[in-house]
């Protein structure tokens, strides 16, 4: 092994990468677009806000609490994996219990900060453009999430049928990575928000 | 006996390879997710595309060149847009638009990128098919289900999308603007949609493939050329198109939900709308983002399927190996810096547009080590003329000829002249158009063998190269001058400009007309050449043009997982031709530097020793196949 590692190293042939889960190298490209896809709207919004004419307005009181809960749904998604890879089935059950349970809290808290946001005769359509930009940037992070929560509650159901199979365990750590994605993600956009008032 | 090796050696990795024998119609041929027959669906799919956008081009060529001309016989294709024996001017504006969508994106982009990374990269990278089969199929029918919504937008009662292809609010985000921005438009926005998507799912394969399926020994180094092209191909794609997923959306948000992230201060007959605030210069910001890139990703799997075959039928190993990879890096980043330069008559700042003035001439240097290296390798080149060979040749003159009037619009200070007239139309169907379609061409000849066993005839080859190359020229040579002029691209009539002083173009619009006519008429030689070689041609041997990539190592007409036994090792890069000592005028990447003593250089004996490291990596190989 260690023969073939060096033969590999003086060939600059990447050993590891013939080896590597085409499916978990196919999610990160997929990341890459997403944040493409983010880049492109925030960039958009920086464009946007130089020019002018920009409604300066507080953010929902509540997205601070819901950035506090998609962290805590993430960090119970690490011990998930780690569960998983120890094969302790109950501690997984529990750990991507509250992951999930945490994600569908998160997206309700969003809601209500969209609520929150209508209260203030902010809206989505219209014409003040500070006002649709949080709209969309924080409704499009919804919508990853809710796909987020379809996959995660997949894993969900196949670590509750007490299924020891290596299968599994690339697809919690497939959620795994998607999940602390949008997690970061939302932290991003959340202090874009914050501090780009 | 050989389909058995396969199974043994996969029976334990893909679980339903055994079936692949007894699959039906619909999984061999239609919902397949075997890469090679993916290929031709997008190939297919393109060629009808292309047939339909070529055909739009010479209905507003008619106009354009005949303006006077009587057009009651299109009546029964066109109907109700022939009024009184002319062209309705908004379906001119509609027809523009789906040209040049169609070509850009259902041509250019799915059925060259789409037709050869699909086809070429597991075939010469010694992958047994692409990373994901299923994803893969997802992809070509994504494309198809935006294929039929567009096609479907062309039977609307309003009309197609008619803002042009880069859809410009509030043109297009208005539904009132004009017919097309109704109905026509909504479904533009969601086939793009689609299109989007099929191409993302493609390009993560095609990158993924390359990164992880490459066969023992197939270094980044051994790469040919044309998968360097693909890999950064599939990159500028996987990080353009997802921002005009963004913009698109922004726009369908503005037009059917009220926001205003691109509309400000607009009045329609008189009324102003309510919409404040928006700003239509980002929606241009988001699009040149994607539609830059977008340039090259028309053109870059054109120049890497030319490097194939001018290497292959020069005899020669390609000039600059590592240049040519290089330059494609570099083009590929430039790509995403130099989007506004498509904008400088939107009143940018002087500055910035300075910046990216001399960020787009900088690209002038990467396209011109390409050039210089395509025109070394064909010199003193033991050159055979095949058709692909001629079509290859055609598209290094015309990126030489497109590329020059490239410097001059690069020129803030030129380009505000320039703008919008028939010398950008020049320009850009002469470096990323007819070059791009030149090297789609090049690719079906070439590796037509492959792809369905059969050889195509070669005479027809010829006549169709010659009469394409020479119409090419023809239509779009003279536009230059009518750029000049000042006549400006998109307009239906150009009779009551200028105090008859565009009458003096007439005779050169009907002389373009005319050679658009007879251009598109010789495509029909190629339809015939491939639609007959495929069921009666001759057929073809194993390696016919005695090439030394990994694709001709299979079967003439490969097998599912294209290698019947091992997938072969890869020993050396794959432009050893004419290599002096050596009997024969090319060595195959599969064969090891021990079997050609008498060729190799000093530091190529010293690679003997690495062989059995490079065999033994079989095991890991292999599985690999079982995830």
């Known amino acids: 092994m260690t023969q073939e590692h060096l033969a590999n190293i003086k060939l600059g042939e990447p050993e590891e990468t013939l080896s590597m889960n085409p499916k978990k190298f196919m999610l990160w490209l997929a990341i890459v677009s997403i944040t493409m896809m983010f880049a492109g709207w925030t960039s958009g919004y920086l464009v946007r806000k130089a020019e002018g004419r920009w409604h300066e307005f507080e953010m929902p009181q509540i997205f601070w609490y819901s950035t506090i809960i998609l962290f805590v749904s993430s960090i119970s998604m690490i011990f998930a994996v780690r569960a998983a890879k120890k094969n302790k089935f109950n501690t997984l059950k529990t750990a991507i219990s509250i992951t999930f349970v945490f994600g569908l809290v998160f997206l309700i808290t969003q809601v209500i900060g969209f609520s929150d946001l209508i209260e203030n005769q902010l809206y989505f359509a219209g014409s003040d453009v500070a006002a649709s930009w949080i709209y969309v940037l924080v409704g499009l992070h919804g919508l990853h999430v809710f796909s987020g929560l379809v996959v995660l509650l997949v894993s969900l159901v196949s670590s509750f049928k007490f299924t020891a199979e290596s299968k599994n365990l690339t697809r919690i750590q497939l959620c795994a990575t998607y999940w602390h994605f949008l997690d970061i993600l939302w932290l991003y956009l959340f202090f874009f928000l914050y501090f780009n008032r | ?627």
């Open chain 2, 1 to 627: 006996m050989a389909t058995a090796t396969l199974n043994a050696t996969d029976a334990h990795t893909h679980e339903h390879e055994h079936e692949h024998h007894e699959l039906g119609f619909v999984q061999k041929y239609i919902f397949s997710e075997d890469h090679k027959t993916i290929a031709k669906q997008y190939l297919i799919s393109g060629i009808i595309w292309a047939f339909f956008g070529g055909a739009m081009s010479i209905i507003f060529r008619l106009q354009l060149g005949f303006p006077d001309m009587d057009l009651t016989w299109l009546k029964p294709v066109l109907g109700q847009w022939i009024v009184d024996g002319k062209l309705e001017k908004e379906f001119y504006l509609a027809l523009v638009t789906m040209h040049g969508t169609i070509m850009v994106f259902f041509v250019l982009t799915a059925g060259l990128s789409g037709t050869f990374s699909n086809f070429l990269i597991p075939l010469q990278i010694g992958a047994r098919d692409m990373a994901s089969g299923f994803i893969n199929m997802l992809s070509y029918w994504f494309f198809f289900l935006a294929s039929i919504i567009m096609f479907a937008s062309l039977f609307t009662e309003t009309g197609p999308a008619s803002g042009g292809w880069v859809i410009y609010p509030p043109l297009s985000a208005l539904p009132q603007a004009m017919p097309g921005s109704g109905l026509g438009m909504t479904l533009w926005l969601t086939s793009m949609t689609f299109f989007i998507v099929s191409q993302l799912m493609g390009g993560i394969n095609y990158i993924c493939t390359v990164i992880n399926l490459r066969t023992r020994g197939m270094s980044f180094t051994k790469l040919p050329l044309t998968i360097w092209a693909f890999f950064f191909t599939a990159i500028l794609g996987l990080l353009s198109f997802p921002v005009l997923l963004s913009a698109a959306l922004l726009l369908i948000f503005d037009r059917s939900f009220g926001t205003s992230f691109y509309l400000s201060e607009i009045y329609i007959g008189g009324e102003a709308l309510p919409n404040v605030g928006g700003s239509a210069i980002l929606y241009q910001h988001l699009f040149w983002f994607l539609g830059h890139p977008e340039v090259y990703i028309v053109l870059l799997p054109a120049l890497g399927i030319t490097s194939e075959i001018i290497a292959t039928n020069s005899r020669k190993p390609i000039f600059g190996y590592r240049a040519m990879i290089g330059s494609m890096m570099g083009i590929t980043m430039l790509a995403f810096i130099v989007w506004a330069h498509h904008m400088f008559v939107t009143g940018m700042n002087p500055f910035l547009g300075s910046v990216f003035m001399f960020l787009t001439l900088i690209i002038a240097v990467p396209s011109a080590v390409k050039a210089f290296n395509y025109i070394t390798t064909l010199w003193k080149g033991n050159i055979i003329f095949t058709p692909a060979m001629l079509f290859s040749i055609g598209l290094v003159s015309l990126f030489i000829s497109g590329g020059l009037t490239g410097i001059i619009l690069g020129n803030a200070a030129l380009d505000i002249n320039l703008h919008d007239t028939y010398f950008v139309v020049a320009h850009f169907h002469l470096v990323m158009g007819a070059a791009s379609f030149f090297g789609l061409m090049a690719g079906v000849y070439h590796w037509f063998p492959k792809m369905f066993g059969k050889m195509m005839n070669k005479n027809m080859g010829y006549a169709h190269f010659w009469a394409t190359f020479i119409g090419v020229y023809c239509v779009f040579f003279p536009m230059h001058y009518v750029g000049l002029a000042g006549f400006p691209r998109r307009y239906y009539s150009f009779t009551a400009l200028g105090n008859g002083r565009m009458e003096a173009f007439i005779d050169m619009n009907m002389f373009i007309s005319i050679a658009a006519i007879l251009t598109f008429t010789a495509q029909v030689i190629f339809v015939i050449n491939f639609v007959y070689s495929i069921f009666k041609g001759k057929t073809a041997p194993q390696n016919p043009w005695n090439s030394t990539t990994l694709e001709w190592t299979t079967p003439v007409e490969p097998v599912h997982g294209n290698w019947p036994g091992e997938i072969p090792a890869v020993y050396r890069w794959a432009y050893d031709y004419s290599k002096p000592g050596s009997a024969v005028d090319f060595i195959p990447q599969n064969v090891p530097y021990s079997a050609t003593p008498e060729s190799n250089l000093p530091e190529e004996n010293d690679e003997i020793a690495h062989e059995k490291d490079i065999e033994d990596l079989l095991d890991i190989q292999n599985s690999s196949y079982s995830h």
